[in-house]
């Protein structure tokens, strides 16, 4: 996994480069751009299981299907979502609103996100979701005086 600065750094380099891009684009190029962004933007990290142990070497159907490996910290756990699935079931604008206005558990990208252009916002949105469903929902949160019953990385510094 990228540190938090150098994938913030990503990002928002991969943003610039989008931009230069003329904003609405068509659909084959958004997905393009989509799909750069989700590679650029280290979204495999957490999101694909077997990502980071296989060098990204997995294929596109697999992208992004969540995973049970939580993330431990003062939140509790929190485990990588299934977008694959999340995406049939919300809207392109839902997205777009939890961007803007969602804070939930670390260590998600969320401030990253929001330094994206919403066309670049949008084309994550819709190259995920043209993947279609794949995949079972990841495990709810844990708060943090339970528990987890899945195996879990620290992020607390010992
Ligand atoms: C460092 C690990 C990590 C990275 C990198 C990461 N995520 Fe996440 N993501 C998570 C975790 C953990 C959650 C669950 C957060 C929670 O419980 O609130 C999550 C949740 C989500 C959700 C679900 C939000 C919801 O409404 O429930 C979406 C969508 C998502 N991530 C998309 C992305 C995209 C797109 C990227 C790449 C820009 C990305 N994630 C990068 C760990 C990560």
Not at 1 to 27: E, N
Not at 49 to 74: L, N
Not at 88 to 102: A, H, K, N, Y
Not at 120 to 137: E, K, M, W
């Amino acid at each position: 996994m990228k540190p938090p600065v150098l994938a913030a750094a990503l990002v928002l380099t991969a943003s610039l480069a989008a931009a230069a891009v003329s904003s609405a684009g068509d659909s084959t190029s958004m997905l393009e751009r989509g799909k750069l962004l989700v590679t650029y933007g280290g979204c495999n990290d957490c999101h694909t299981p077997g990502w980071q142990e296989a060098d990204g070497r997995i294929a596109v159907s697999h992208w992004m299907t969540g995973s049970s490996i939580g993330f431990k910290g003062r939140w509790g756990v929190s485990y990588p979502a299934n977008v694959r699935l999340l995406f049939q079931e919300i809207s392109e604008d839902q997205w777009l609103f939890s961007v803007r206005t969602r804070g939930g558990h670390p260590p998600m990208h969320w401030t990253d996100l929001r330094a994206l252009s919403t066309d670049d916002q949008r084309a994550i949105y819709r190259f995920i979701h043209s993947l279609g469903p794949a995949g079972t929902v990841s495990p709810a949160a844990v708060p943090p005086w339970e528990t987890p019953k899945t195996p879990v990385i620290d992020t607390v510094p010992h």
